[in-house]
Each structure stands twice: as structure tokens, then as C-alpha cells.
């Protein structure tokens, strides 16, 4: 039985979220704060969590981040906040979805089993191999979407880790920015290849020793980036 989070101050809400789930077949469980909701985050196996943003103690977005730097798991934002610029803050953080209160309780429910139908599916928990690509202590698991430096596990972001494997799987090629950013974001650059340097910088953080002598993604003064082997 799938495991739900359900971080949520409002009691009744959060009853009532729960109810719904458990008719669905879920198991849920319920805290009513940030700090304590992140601790049982990190602590226990959940498949999901339903996360509202205005919380006593850590407020949503924290708690979202610091899920995200430890755990893959969807997130599914709650919030009575409309603003556009709480939904794009939540998302860039890591959150899967932001539903803006109030919804329908069956409106959750579907959401929750889309996105853990399509957890699934990137996970490929089902397959009976995985895909995986391994160059000089990077081990990336193309199936379930995971990467392991010198053996340990490291967070990587849907884009961070799309440009990882991509240019792991094309070693010593030289690629332009624009030539990255139209094939991890599937669209013209428009003047904003700037964001292919940010996800270069922030891979470089995870996966290298020394950033400043990167030993697996070079930078061809002039052109661009290429993976050494």
C-alpha cells in the first residue's frame, strides 16, 4: 500500500484530505508542522507528500528544498496563495505540482495518482534491468533516474540530470550552449543559454572534487563543454 505525507497546520483540511486518500487505498499520515513534517519526510518511507506552504515553524518552501537535496520523491504543493510567483517559487524548488486552495478533495486524489503513476514509470521499478551508465566512479541509472559519486548518492534536479547523461553518454564531444540547451529543453535558445552554464555550475558542484579543475565536464573556452573519459 502506497504511503502518503500530508503536511498540512489545518486539521480539518488535513482530516478530510485524509479520509479521501484512505477510500482510495492509501495509507496517510499527517503532521502539523514543518520541522515535524520534514523530520518524518526524511525519517520514514512515504511515496508522496502533500505539502502546504504557510506551516508554523519551516514554512513550505523550505521544508520542499530540503526534501529535495535527500529524496526523488513527487511533492504536491498546497496553498491559498494565487500569486504566480508562490507556484514558480514552489516548482523551482522541487515541487511536482502547486494546487491553490480551495480544491476538491477528488481533485487531489486524481493528482495524487497521476503523479505517482508517473513516478513509476520514471522509476521503472517494474523493469527487469536498468540502464546504466558508468565512466570513472559516476554511476547513473538512467532507469530510476539516480546518480552515485565514488559510491555515494547525490540529488540531481529533471535538468540537471537530463544534461548529466546526456553529455556522460556522448563523452569527448564538444557541444555549444546552444546546441545543450536545444537538446535538453527541447527548444531554441532565445538568448537564454545563460541557463545552461547555471546547470553546468551546479552539476560541476555535485559530481567534481576541486570545481575549479573539473575532471569530467571541460570548458572549451570560445565553444562550449565537452565529458572527458
Not at 479521501?20 to 518524518?40: K, P, R
Not at 487531489?108 to 520514471?122: P, T
Amino acid at each position: 500500500m502506497s504511503r502518503i505525507l500530508i503536511i498540512e497546520d489545518e486539521e480539518a483540511i488535513a482530516d478530510l484530505e485524509k479520509d479521501y486518500l484512505e477510500l482510495s487505498d492509501f495509507q496517510v499520515h499527517i503532521e502539523n508542522s514543518g520541522d515535524t513534517g520534514l523530520d518524518a519526510a526524511l525519517a520514514e518511507d512515504f511515496d508522496l507528500v502533500i505539502l502546504d506552504l504557510m506551516l508554523p515553524g519551516m514554512d513550505g518552501f523550505d521544508v520542499c528544498k530540503r526534501i529535495r537535496e535527500k529524496k526523488n520523491i513527487p511533492i504536491l504543493m498546497v496553498s491559498a496563495k494565487k500569486d504566480d510567483i508562490d507556484k514558480i517559487r514552489g516548482l523551482g524548488l522541487g515541487a511536482d505540482d502547486y494546487m491553490t486552495k480551495p480544491f476538491s478533495p477528488s481533485e487531489l486524489v486524481a493528482r495524487v495518482k497521476a503523479h505517482m503513476a508517473r513516478y513509476d514509470r520514471l522509476v521503472g521499478s517494474a523493469q527487469k534491468s536498468n540502464d546504466i551508465v558508468e565512466i570513472r566512479g559516476i554511476k547513473i541509472d538512467k532507469t530510476a533516474r539516480r546518480v552515485w559519486i565514488d559510491g555515494e548518492e547525490r540529488t540531481f534536479t529533471t535538468k540537471e540530470f537530463d544534461l548529466l547523461t546526456f553529455l556522460a553518454e556522448n563523452p569527448n564531444h564538444v557541444y555549444t550552449k546552444e546546441e545543450l540547451f536545444r537538446e535538453i529543453w527541447d527548444m531554441d535558445s532565445i538568448g537564454d543559454i545563460a541557463t545552461v552554464t547555471v546547470h553546468i555550475k551546479k552539476i560541476r558542484e555535485k559530481i567534481e572534487f576541486d570545481t575549479s579543475k573539473p575532471q569530467y565536464i571541460e570548458t572549451i573556452w570560445g565553444v562550449g563543454y565537452r565529458f572527458k573519459v
